[in-house]
């Protein structure tokens, strides 16, 4: 059974920085695709970040440049650095994956997808 675990949200004030992780467990292979999504209270969960395993990668306009996903094809573990947070960060933030390779923007990836989801981990940025 595949499961993904994210770890390292929290509280963090405007132009903090947090480091999120998710890690795999029940898949040998490499994922084609893994991915970093996030909902905010009443709003849709829409797609920020995206990895292929060949590192292709794909941003969402509202975090470009701030924020960097990363991932370890062996271990199959997924990384979001985000810097100069931003109180409209504030969300459920949830790691995906899939086996197959996804492209496109980031922002308009379905959520269905992705095959595997985590739990999600809470980041508040207050002002």
């Known amino acids: 059974q595949v499961q993904l675990a994210e770890s390292g949200g929290g509280s963090v004030q405007a132009g903090g920085s947090l480091r999120l992780s998710c890690a795999s467990s029940g898949y040998s292979r490499s994922f084609g695709s893994m991915a970093w999504f996030r909902q905010a209270p009443g709003k849709e969960r829409e797609g920020i970040a995206t990895i292929l395993s060949d590192r292709t990668t794909s941003y969402a306009n509202s975090v470009k440049g701030r924020f960097t996903i990363s991932r370890d094809n062996v271990e199959n573990i997924l990384h979001l650095q985000m810097n100069s947070l931003k109180p409209e960060d504030t969300a459920m933030y949830y790691c995906?994956?899939?086996?197959?390779?996804?492209?496109?923007?980031?922002?308009?990836?379905?959520?269905?997808?992705?095959?595997?989801w985590g739990q999600g981990t809470q980041v508040t940025v207050s002002s």
């Open positions: 995906a994956a899939d086996p197959r390779s996804h492209y496109g923007p980031a922002a308009y990836i379905p959520v269905d997808l992705f095959a595997y």
